[in-house]
């Protein structure tokens, strides 16, 4: 294999040449088993760990055991199955990943952007370049940043758009892909496979007890006032919520009288914890003044965890106010 294609894949090791490189060498997850595979399985197990303790800093053996570390610590990750730490390491390695790219991949990264994720985005300007990104794929990949709604900085209606096409820097799309390899990574580890091979399960049960030995204890539900289904949410949060779910929460609170302070401290057990873009974005859902979504959509979305104190109620915030 020549050094542009080790050195593309490195840069991409989502991409479908990279799959395609690493299927040279493992054909199945049997292959797993084998001794050859051995150092890229303790990579991806350094990698891992290092998002557990970040003073574990994983060796840098060469461009192909990087490449080949990469489906192998999704594979680990899906078999340990804990959100927390998953979400943790995608982080991380959506971080280390986008630490590779320059403005000079511009080309490569808005191809890639089509070929892997679906967006619809063209590279205009000459000296100083800038994407055109389509209207549903810039909100598809905002959506990606963080928590709640999108933020201002990100919103549509604060861009410049022209003929349905929202135009960002070349520095906000590498962020916007970089958001969008994170999930890509949060749903690629999150699909256990049938079967793995003992090593690989020696690996996954080395790695969780670690972890879980560090975890924190969990916020203490509070009883009596919250409905379940916002009591499950504040049990769920060290293990890291969806996007849509730390939304709600966080509305739910501001609105049943929390302070921004007090809604903040129910997320510090977040494993994604940032204490400055939490509080931008509690208290932009604060100013914005967002309710909770009715019960029946949080039925939809898996929320409701309805029992009989919850009575005929439509919304989440009537709960112990009108039975
Ligand atoms: S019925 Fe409403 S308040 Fe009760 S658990 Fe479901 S969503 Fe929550």
Not at 216 to 220: C, E, L, S
Not at 269 to 274: A, E, G, L, V
């Given at each position: 294999m020549d050094n542009l294609t080790l050195e593309y894949c490195l840069k991409f090791p989502f991409s479908q040449k990279a799959r395609k490189l690493v299927s040279l060498k493992?054909?199945?997850?049997?292959?797993?088993?084998?001794?050859?595979?051995l150092p890229a399985i303790l990579l991806a197990e350094e990698k891992i760990m290092s998002a557990i303790k970040p003073s574990i800093k994983p060796g840098s053996p060469g461009p192909w055991l990087e490449i080949l570390s990469y489906p192998i610590a999704n594979i680990i990750l899906s078999t340990i199955n804990v959100r927390s730490l998953t979400y943790k390491y995608a982080v991380r390695e959506a971080e280390k990943i986008a630490s590779r790219w320059s403005a000079d991949d511009l080309k490569a990264l808005v191809e890639i952007g089509k070929e892997e994720f679906g967006v619809e985005a063209i590279v205009i300007g000459r000296d100083i370049k800038s994407v055109v990104i389509d209207l549903v794929s810039y909100i598809k990949l905002a959506s990606c940043l963080g928590i709640g709604p999108i933020s201002e900085q990100w919103d549509p209606s604060n861009r410049k758009i022209t003929d349905g096409h929202v135009h960002v820097t070349v520095k906000e799309y590498i962020r916007l892909l970089k958001a969008k390899v994170k999930n890509h990574i949060l749903e690629a580890a999150s699909r256990p496979p049938a079967s793995v091979p003992a090593n690989i399960l020696e690996v996954a049960g080395r790695i969780k007890n670690a972890y879980l030995r560090g975890v924190?204890?969990?916020?203490?539900p509070r009883t009596g006032k919250d409905p379940p289904c916002m009591r499950w949410l504040i049990r769920e949060v060290d293990r890291g919520l969806t996007h849509i779910s730390r939304f709600i929460l966080a509305a739910y609170l501001l609105n049943r009288g929390k302070t921004v302070k007090e809604t903040l401290e129910v997320f510090k057990?977040?494993?994604?914890?940032?204490e400055k873009i939490s509080t931008y974005q509690i208290t932009y859902i604060k100013r914005k003044g967002y309710l909770p979504p009715s019960c029946a959509r949080l039925e939809e979305l898996g929320i409701c965890k309805k029992?009989?104190?919850?009575?005929?109620?439509?919304?989440?915030?009537?709960y112990g106010r009108k039975r």
């Open positions: 493992v054909k199945s997850i049997e292959d797993l088993g084998k001794p050859q595979l924190k204890h969990r916020v203490k057990q977040s494993p994604d914890y940032d029992d009989e104190t919850c009575g005929d109620i439509r919304n989440p915030l009537q």
